[in-house]
């Protein structure tokens, strides 16, 4: 593990950098990117940032969201280090860039899932804070380098975003005076933000989501609820996987549930999962069982099964845990 010491002796040391994140990349992961480009400008650094997904219309808002390059576009660059932000393994930037974003001498990662895997040779991994994006705030103000106000609203957006609007457990005190002082100092609106990314919706969400809700089963103690997506669903609402984004939250919501599943079923039949837990049940441990990883209230995995076997292995790991307790 490394100190912020050693990250910013890293940044001062190479003079050409790559960025990037996770697929279908959120509004920590853009924002932290972003944020991360901005500070390594002002060192006079050459930056690109390379994702596997496109910048998805909500986040389009951030100033230099069209910076960000796909995945293909950086087989012509050879940075000396490559900074991978809020992925806790090296695959979870997508097939291509993690076989040709090959950096000459380093990879970085920083992040804040508890499921890291220290893939990189500097790792700076710091799970008790609410976002990657509190992480780079907070390694600015370490380098003593001041915060503009763009950065301060790509901060304020991963910081808004990973914290469920500051509703989960991870925004602590210090997030919210962190949150305090982006406001400030990016002199924005916060409820134009979050109008931003969440009251710019497509209509076909909101019919994916009635479809979504009518697939919704319980375990008969009610602790364990899940819900399907199908292929047909996004096809019949013209929606992507991104739409899905938030469905989990509702049927977690519901009083009884202690474990919730939303699986999507993907392009070539299996399955991408997202779980969320009351508190109870360690859903990063649960989605390692299936290679995946994330938080102990938040988490997610791909299974190489269609959705239907997908739930039955989902729900016996959800249940033996419960019953463990
Ligand atoms: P979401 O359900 O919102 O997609 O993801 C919840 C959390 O789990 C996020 O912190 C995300 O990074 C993590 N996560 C989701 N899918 C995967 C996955 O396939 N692998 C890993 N390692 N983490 C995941
Ligand atoms: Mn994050």
Redesign the pocket.
Known sequence: MNNFGDLLTLFERYQTFAITT?V?P?GDAIGSEIALYLFLRKLGKSIRIFNADAVPKKYQFLPYWENVENAQASTDYCPEALVIL????RE?IGKFLSKHLIPIHAIVNIDH?I?AKNFGDYNVIQTEVSSTAEIIYKFIKYADMSIDAEQALCLYTGLMFDTGCFRYSNATPETHRIAADLIEIGNFAPDEVYSNVYEHLPLGKIRLLGKTLSTLELTSDGKIAWVVVTQKMLNDTDTTLDDV?GF?NQIQAIDSVEVAV?ICELQDGNS????RSEGLVDVAAL?AEF?????ER?????INHQPTSAIKMLVGSAKRRIDEI
Do not use: I, M, W, Y
Request: net charge neutral; charged share 20%; aromatic share 0%.
């Open positions: 996770h279908n959120d809020d992925a806790s393994s979870r899932h499921s984004e989990v939303c991408k999962v997202s779980l989605a290679n995946g990883g994330g938080h938040a988490s997610g995995c791909r």
